[in-house]
């Protein structure tokens, strides 16, 4: 069973901001939540991840919804190099349970 | 910071022959995982290391598929006989512990089997 739902494609111009959203409306009081990022021919790569505060580091920020049902992950200046699919996964921090599984993700297209 | 190394980068291979894969994971990572990503999918996990110790390997297809991680540090992913389904990009991954999902992923091994 799919733990959360994202579009399957969006884009956005270069230079301004990628709103990316995933919706996760069964998620337990104990389940974080991940952003990661694949560029084509490349492996993951770790973004972002919160529980229900708004989190901001140096690639993004994560917005979380009070009820915790939905999230957006933010990319305050999108570059070509940011052309990606964008993973949003659930899961416990610890736990038998506890384990990144990876949807089919987000196709986000920068255009110049 | 070296990275999680993986080889080799590219492998070809008949049906029903057999492959391994190698993966040397980031200095001090304790959990290792494998990732079997086929054309179009998101990566699947197919087992998750705790030092030597397994996991989770409840994806593993253990007929033909094995894993092994020697002393904790490097790890192997084996396939005998190889199917044409099994034809993906392997990836391989490392985090620093058990808590917490931060990980670093290879740039994988793209395996394709005619």
């Known amino acids: 069973d799919a733990k959360t739902t994202q579009p399957t494609s969006m884009d956005c111009a270069e230079g301004r901001a990628a709103n990316l959203p995933c919706n996760h409306s069964t998620i337990s009081g104990n389940e974080y939540v991940y952003w990661y990022r694949q560029i084509h021919s490349q492996g993951p790569q770790y973004i972002i991840h919160?529980?229900?505060n708004n989190e901001t580091n140096e690639m993004a920020s994560l917005i979380i919804t009070e009820d915790r049902k939905s999230s957006t992950l933010i990319l305050p200046h999108a570059t070509l190099r940011d052309t990606a699919v964008y993973y949003c996964?659930?899961?416990?921090?610890?736990?038998?349970?506890?384990?990144?599984?990876f949807g089919k993700g987000i196709t986000l297209s920068v255009r110049p | 910071e070296a990275g999680v190394a993986q080889s080799p980068r590219y492998k070809i291979i008949e049906k029903r022959q057999s492959v391994a894969f190698w993966c040397n994971p980031i200095s001090g990572h304790a959990t290792l995982y494998w990732y079997q990503q086929i054309l179009g999918q998101g990566p699947k996990l197919l087992i998750q290391?705790?030092?030597?110790?397994?996991?989770?390997d409840s994806q593993l297809p253990k007929d033909r598929f094995s894993a092994e991680r020697l002393k904790g540090v490097d790890s192997t992913l084996k396939i005998q006989p190889a199917k044409l389904e099994d034809s993906a990009v392997y990836l391989c991954a490392s985090s620093l512990a058990w808590t917490g999902f931060e990980a670093f992923f290879g740039q994988g091994t793209r395996l394709t089997v005619v």
């Open positions: 290391f705790q030092n030597n110790g397994v996991v989770d």
């Open positions: 919160g529980l229900k």
């Open positions: 996964i659930v899961t416990p921090y610890t736990g038998a349970n506890s384990k990144l599984t």
